[in-house]
């Protein structure tokens, strides 16, 4: 097996997402260990016996046995060999150069020191990975979000990317996806940023996470499951140190820590199989996906916000935004094609679809790319000029005409947009939004006489971003609150 095969037998077997750092500080040590003839290597070996059958790799930082010189690099020679082939072992290196000193780096850790994986820095590029994932049958994991407060000052600063939105530790998830020829390339992605972490598991979905921040940096444990998670359940390596060798019960810390782990995986897992929510509708995996999508291209933002009307929101959509992702915009539009053809179990009869300028434009252009419908729109000003239409497009009096939008909140731009398509002999029945704001547009429309059909509401917009970490509940009590009041 190669290594993330192994990775996966051993925290299947052992029921374990737990890494345990093995950071010997000799200053730290009881003192029957430090009158051993090996003190290093002899605090190890203590706790790979209490904690070995708990866990599903073990995590030894190099810095700290170059600390103690040649003894120190002995222990930990002796320390991968006595965990043995059972237990994967990465080793925290966070190695970063090029050529013939990256190969020298890949092969002391490979081969001389023996480790199954070992963490780089991603900071000079492809070139200085390719000496370590030349070995196939090890791992390689790289530096994307780590936990330390100052990983913003770089981290998090924006790139060239789709729409020019991009963070650059996004854009090193994507550009890490490409480097492993083996598909031996992991990320390192902090606990301490769990909307980090969710918007790295929508760029990569597949590949395993080694995350450190648990434990003495104060990470919080359900937010990182909840968020990283992939859809089987796997794809993390919980990284714990400090809270764990220095406890004054290791076995006991390391237990507590896997009851956690496996706790947060079931809430996590009934999330994902919960029932209806209270509109009605479905939380699917693809509805997940593309809630997630949302917030990664940060069409759901919160904070404060100046509305319109004058009033001060919590949360704020902006889904003008999905003219630039033309991926997610992708996913919008297939999401609107099958609620069309479903239409919440009838599906809804038209002949063509009327986009609202002027978010629902580029929305509109994609539905009828999906669905082979023709677009037409009713223009916000009426041209003084040419054809002077107040309808843009071909259709026919005595057509019915389907209204599509981004979001709905209280209904009365959607009436005020139907009334131009009637007036030219049109008939409506039904409006498509993207996010219903359940604001009391879709009883104001029902009022009418007319349908909403919603892909998304803004309470299972508010579940998935906190099931995944993205929010506090706190968050999503306020904009709870907002929307009541």
């Given at each position: 097996m190669?290594?993330?095969?192994?990775?996966?037998?051993?925290?299947?077997?052992?029921?374990?997402?737990?890494?345990?750092?093995?950071?010997?500080?000799?200053?730290?040590?009881?003192?029957?260990?430090?009158?051993?003839?090996d003190p290093v290597f002899t605090f190890n070996r203590r706790i790979i016996d209490a904690t070995r059958d708990l866990v599903c790799a073990f995590k030894p930082n190099y810095a700290f046995y170059e600390a103690q010189g040649l003894a120190g690099l002995r222990a930990l020679r002796r320390?991968?060999?006595?965990?043995?082939?059972?237990?994967?072992?990465?080793?925290?290196?966070?190695?970063?150069?090029?050529?013939s000193t990256a190969a020298a780096y890949a092969r002391a850790a490979f081969e001389v020191w023996g480790a199954g994986a070992v963490t780089v820095a991603p900071y000079l590029g492809g070139d200085s990975i390719a000496?370590?994932?030349?070995?196939?049958?090890?791992?390689?994991?790289?530096?994307?979000?780590?936990?330390?407060?100052?990983?913003?000052?770089?981290?998090?600063?924006?790139?060239?990317?789709?729409?020019?939105?991009?963070?650059?530790?996004?854009?090193?998830?994507?550009?890490?996806?490409?480097?492993?020829?083996?598909?031996?390339?992991?990320?390192?992605?902090?606990?301490?940023?769990p909307g980090a972490l969710s918007a790295v598991r929508a760029l990569a979905q597949q590949i395993w996470f080694l995350v450190p921040g648990i434990g003495a940096q104060g990470g919080d444990l359900e937010a990182t499951i909840a968020a990283g998670l992939r859809t089987d359940g796997l794809g993390l390596v919980v990284s714990v140190s400090r809270a764990v060798y220095q406890a004054d019960d290791p076995r006991c810390a390391a237990a507590s820590f896997c009851d956690q782990i496996r706790a947060a995986r079931a809430?996590?897992?009934?999330?994902?199989?919960?029932?209806?929510?209270?509109?009605?509708?479905?939380?699917?995996?693809?509805?997940e996906r593309l809630i997630l999508d949302l917030a990664r291209i940060g069409a759901v933002r919160f904070g404060r916000f100046t509305l319109k009307s004058g009033k001060t929101s919590p949360i704020y959509l902006d889904l003008r935004l999905l003219a630039s992702y033309p991926d997610v915009l992708d996913r919008v539009a297939a999401a609107y094609a099958r609620l069309l053809e479903q239409g919440g179990g009838n599906p809804v009869a038209f002949d063509r679809l009327a986009a609202i300028p002027y978010a629902a434009l580029p929305i509109g252009t994609a539905v009828a790319l999906h669905t082979g419908h023709p677009l037409i729109y009713p223009r916000k000003e009426v041209k003084e000029y040419g054809t002077m239409q107040a309808i843009e497009g071909v259709f026919q009096p005595g057509e019915r005409a389907?209204?599509?939008?981004?979001?709905?909140?209280?209904?009365?731009?959607?009436?005020?947009?139907?009334?131009?398509?009637?007036?030219?002999?049109?008939?409506?029945?039904?409006?498509?939004?993207?996010?219903?704001?359940?604001?009391?547009?879709r009883e104001e429309l029902a009022r009418r006489g007319?349908?909403?059909?919603?892909?998304?509401?803004?309470?299972?917009?508010?579940?998935?971003?906190?099931?995944?970490?993205?929010?506090?509940?706190?968050?999503?009590?306020?904009?709870?609150?907002?929307?009541?009041?």
């Open positions: 190669d290594f993330f095969e192994r990775l996966q037998e051993t925290a299947i077997r052992r029921d374990s997402l737990l890494c345990v750092g093995l950071d010997p500080r000799p200053e730290q040590f009881p003192e029957e260990v430090q009158a051993s003839e320390t991968i060999d006595y965990i043995g082939s059972d237990t994967p072992v990465i080793l925290d290196a966070k190695r970063g150069d090029i050529g000496p370590f994932t030349a070995y196939g049958d090890h791992a390689v994991f790289v530096l994307c979000h780590t936990s330390n407060p100052s990983s913003v000052e770089l981290q998090t600063l924006r790139c060239a990317g789709p729409g020019e939105t991009e963070l650059l530790y996004q854009h090193v998830a994507r550009l890490a996806q490409t480097w492993g020829q083996e598909g031996n390339v992991g990320l390192v992605v902090g606990a301490t940023y809430t996590w897992g009934q999330a994902r199989t919960r029932g209806p929510d209270a509109s009605g509708s479905q939380v699917d995996d693809s509805t389907v209204v599509l939008d981004d979001l709905i909140t209280t209904g009365g731009s959607k009436v005020e947009a139907i009334a131009p398509l009637e007036a030219a002999g049109l008939e409506v029945e039904d409006v498509v939004v993207l996010i219903d704001r359940e604001s009391g547009g007319y349908r909403l059909h919603a892909v998304l509401t803004l309470r299972q917009i508010l579940d998935v971003l906190a099931a995944h970490g993205q929010i506090t509940e706190q968050q999503r009590a306020e904009v709870t609150h907002w929307m009541a009041s």
